[in-house]
């Protein structure tokens, strides 16, 4: 009587261990990828901050004449938003063609640090399940290469086991990139709304310069 015996399905370890090589730097691009997300996440919150009374004590300084304390707030502030309206102060008295420019290239720049380390991510996002596929196409290469050493004495055995362990490096490029590419969606949506409060408070800013004198 011949029994059914299922083998033995391996663990996650043993199956990261018969990925090879190509698991190593998978690996890596997932660590720095969570690495960049993590500190992308802290520094665009900390952009996000927002004090609601800050525009109203720049009006309140620029009528009062106080360029100074307004430059102080700015300071003390220690936002994107602010260091764009400080921009702003430092060239009152020059032509708003002259300020506008100053303080959209600002904003340019503070945007521009923000989005450090998401090219990384859209590259890793496109990157990594290729890197896996390469993985996959060299693992059945060798597993061709084994059953064709065997001759007769290979089976489909040898060869379904080769595939199987060959196709763990495209599932965990396939993980790699999902993972990198959600990081990367998020992160630029919240860069986003980083770029809409930057435009709100130019705009906002330059319409208080143009306020007629009380």
């Known amino acids: 009587m011949l029994l059914n015996v299922t083998p033995a399905r391996p663990s996650l370890w043993d199956l990261v261990l018969d990925g090879g090589y190509i698991m190593i730097p998978l690996a890596l691009l997932l660590l720095v990828s969570i690495y960049i997300f993590t500190e992308r996440c802290w520094v665009i919150t900390r952009a996000m901050r927002e004090d609601k009374t800050f525009m109203k004590r720049i009006r309140d300084c620029i009528i009062d004449g106080d360029i100074e304390d307004a430059g102080r707030l700015c300071r003390k502030t220690d936002t994107p938003a602010a260091r764009l309206v400080q921009k702003g102060i430092s060239r009152i008295g020059r032509p708003m063609s002259d300020v506008l ?114």
Not at 128 to 144: E, H, S, W
Not at 156 to 164: D, P
Not at 186 to 200: A, C, F, I, Q, W
């Open 101 to 214: 420019m100053a303080v959209e290239n600002t904003g340019n720049i503070e945007v521009s640090r923000l989005g450090k380390g998401l090219t990384w991510l859209s590259t890793t996002a496109a990157g990594a399940p290729m890197l896996g596929f390469l993985g996959t196409v060299v693992g059945m290469m060798d597993a061709f290469y084994k059953m064709s050493a065997a001759g007769k004495a290979s089976d489909i055995t040898t060869l379904s086991g080769g595939i199987s362990l060959a196709l763990v490096t495209t599932v965990a490029g396939l993980i790699v990139g999902i993972v990198a590419l959600f990081a990367y969606n998020y992160l630029v949506s919240r860069l986003g709304k980083v770029m809409t409060d930057l435009e709100s408070k130019t705009m906002e800013f330059m319409d208080m310069l143009n306020e007629p004198a009380v």
